[in-house]
């Protein structure tokens, strides 16, 4: 098994909405704001190659939408899905499974684009499947009012219609030999070295990947910690629909993240890709960062 990140595109959101109640003053020091109270973002995606899968973990915000919708987002550098794919010598049409954590736009958008004629829209990956779970599927297209911006039907239901969208935990499930491991938060999966932790705070059945690579936990880190500077508990996003369940859900992987000595693999923060984490007298704070090169290669 190998593993690759790939870069799908960076932006900017305002830092506030990303902090939530916590003060400038103190997220400041770690994910400084321009001018506009604008931070930088990536969307840092994971591909697995395992045999003959090749696993693409999130696809980023894709590029289908207005020109007014990205005028939102800042979006800066020049990262894409494809040159990043092409840089590690493969192509989207290889891609044989699309794994989503979540479904809000900047995770999901790019699974889905226009169709040839731009009369409507088709999946990205015509040759794979597409993995969600049934309690966030059905989260994401009957949306709360909170989160209907962040669901857009054109990045989800072309999956469905298309035939090749599948659910984790059902007959055709993305973990084949799936079992429990004693903790309701956890499914686990021994044939690929591949577990799931479900996270309800930022949105409903959020799956944060975990994967067994060359002796380490790596682990996507999705929106349970968009950016090192989440680490403190109480740094929980503006977005976050529970924020309450957001800090414990946070709390129980942390620890057992510092525990097993975790890579935590961050798809939001532009400066930090991998990192761990340890126990201190103020709870688990950042051990050292890595890129993925450092580490893997």
Request: negative net charge; aromatic residues 14%; glycine residues 8%.
């Amino acid at each position: 098994m190998k593993l690759y990140p790939i870069e799908a595109g960076n932006f900017k959101l305002d830092g506030g909405a990303m902090f939530g109640v916590v003060p400038k003053s103190l997220w400041s020091r770690t994910n400084p704001a321009d001018s506009n109270n604008m931070i930088d973002i990536a969307a840092r995606c994971l591909l697995i190659e395992n045999g003959d899968r090749l696993t693409l973990i999130d696809t980023g915000m894709g590029n289908k939408q207005s020109d007014k919708f990205f005028g939102y987002y800042f979006q800066w550098g020049d990262f894409n899905i494809d040159d990043s794919l092409k840089k590690h010598g493969f192509h989207r049409d290889d891609i044989t499974d699309v794994f989503m954590t979540h479904l809000h736009f900047d995770h999901c958008g790019g699974s889905v684009q226009w169709n040839k004629d731009r009369t409507g829209y088709e999946p990205a990956f015509k040759n794979a499947t597409y993995w969600s779970n049934e309690r966030h599927w059905e989260w994401a297209t009957k949306p709360n009012r909170r989160e209907q911006a962040s669901f857009l039907k054109e990045n989800i239901l072309p999956m469905q219609e298309s035939g090749q969208l599948r659910f984790v935990g059902d007959a055709h499930s993305f973990l084949s030999s799936e079992k429990n491991n004693g903790d309701a938060n956890f499914s686990e999966a021994k044939e690929m070295d591949f577990s799931i932790f479900f996270a309800n705070g930022h949105t409903e059945k959020q799956m944060i990947p975990q994967i067994n690579y060359k002796g380490k936990t790596v682990a996507f880190m999705a929106d349970l910690l968009p950016t090192a500077g989440h680490l403190p508990l109480p740094f929980v996003m503006g977005y976050d629909t529970r924020p309450l369940l957001t800090m414990p859900e946070k709390e129980i992987f942390l620890n057992k993240a510092a525990d097993n000595n975790y890579y935590l693999f961050l798809e939001h923060d532009a400066h930090n890709q991998i990192i761990t984490v340890k126990h201190t007298e103020k709870g688990v704070r950042l051990n050292e960062s890595f890129t993925f090169s450092e580490l893997f290669n």
